[in-house]
């Protein structure tokens, strides 16, 4: 569906930002058993990224936080995008290798899916995007998506033999935050804010799941109440999402998304290069065409 107010083309997802409950634990799943690069580290805090240094993910620890109870609001999990089969496959063999467990998988029709909780429960995605010509768009000018079954074996076989002639060596350059999927409370609450607001195009609207994205793309983020209809929030002493930077091309377009959310009495607190604000659900959005972590946001 079309939207007079759409985002560029150009805009992603940039980072995301967990509270988790032990840093050497995750910074050791994170990158032993997926394939993240730590970039910098501190006593309670790790930026995570690609070998070239690209950011994607910052660890904060919160001593004694508790699992996020099921029946709320917050992550469902956020998904990282290989740049091909192959690599999605060669991770899925070093997996196996480590001996974690994954947690499902699909054919999405315009992406395969692998699925998993890191320690504290947080819900990843690990996934590759078909090219785009093979994506079939319907009338109503929405993409087609499915969950269909995911031959694990073959991706795994095509894995291990990739892995027998080049050695694990983590995520490639070109790996990127893909997309954020979020649990809302009411799916209309989540169309007027990321689709009326925000500026994000409907790519495909369900009766219980909304998504959502920029230029085309299948979705940026996905939102859905299948297990938070009119649920509460998590309380501050959970594990899960803390942000998730959405990065737009300049700063023009920062201030045009801004000036919609204050027209309508949103909150925001300006920041260098970008602003906070936060969902009908508190989820926080790091909005900006600037760095994509900084020290103070993962305090």
Same mark, same amino acid.
């Given at each position: 569906m079309s939207n007079q107010a759409a985002l560029p083309a150009a805009t992603h997802i940039g980072t995301a930002a967990l509270t988790i409950a032990n840093l050497d634990r995750s910074v050791q799943f994170y990158t032993r058993v997926l394939g993240f690069h730590e970039l910098r580290r501190n006593e309670q805090t790790a930026v995570l990224g690609t070998q070239g240094g690209n950011p994607l993910l910052a660890l904060?620890?919160?001593?004694?936080?508790?699992?996020?109870?099921?029946?709320?609001?917050?992550?469902?999990?956020?998904?990282?995008?290989?740049?091909?089969?192959?690599?999605?496959?060669?991770?899925?063999?070093?997996?196996?290798?480590?001996?974690?467990?994954?947690?499902?998988?699909?054919?999405?029709?315009?992406?395969?899916?692998?699925?998993?909780?890191?320690?504290d429960g947080n819900g990843l995605e690990l996934y590759r995007d078909r090219p785009r010509a093979e994506w079939h768009w319907q009338d109503d000018g929405q993409v087609r998506m499915a969950s269909d079954p995911l031959d694990v074996q073959q991706l %795994?076989?095509?894995?291990?033999?990739?892995? !027998? &002639? =080049?050695?694990?060596?983590?995520?490639?350059?070109?790996?990127m935050v893909g997309h954020m999927h979020l649990r809302v409370g009411n799916i209309q609450q989540a169309e007027q804010f990321y689709h009326g607001l925000l500026g994000f195009d409907i790519i495909a609207h369900m009766p219980q799941a909304l998504f959502v994205s920029a230029g085309g793309y299948h979705h940026h983020i996905g939102l859905n109440t299948w297990q938070s209809k009119d649920a509460p929030r998590p309380s501050v002493d959970s594990v899960g999402l803390r942000f998730f930077t959405v990065?737009?091309?300049?700063?023009?377009?920062?201030?045009?998304?801004?000036?919609? %959310?204050?027209?309508?009495?949103?909150?925001? !607190? &300006? =920041?260098?290069?970008?602003?906070?604000?936060?969902?009908?659900?508190?989820?926080?959005?790091?909005?900006?065409?600037?760095?994509?972590?900084?020290?103070?946001?993962?305090?």
């Open positions: 904060v620890q919160q001593s004694g936080a508790t699992p996020q109870p099921a029946y709320t609001t917050g992550l469902y999990h956020i998904a990282t995008l290989l740049p091909s089969r192959n690599d999605l496959a060669r991770v899925l063999a070093h997996m196996a290798q480590e001996h974690y467990p994954l947690s499902g998988f699909a054919d999405h029709l315009v992406s395969e899916a692998l699925y998993l909780d890191d320690p %795994l076989n095509e894995g291990l033999q990739s892995l !027998t &002639e =080049q050695d694990w060596q983590g995520f490639p350059e070109g790996t990065a737009l091309p300049n700063q023009e377009e920062v201030q045009k998304v801004c000036a919609r %959310l204050q027209t309508a009495g949103v909150a925001v !607190t &300006e =920041q260098k290069q970008g602003f906070l604000t936060r969902d009908p659900w508190g989820n926080v959005l790091f909005v900006t065409n600037g760095p994509l972590v900084s020290d103070k946001l993962i305090q």
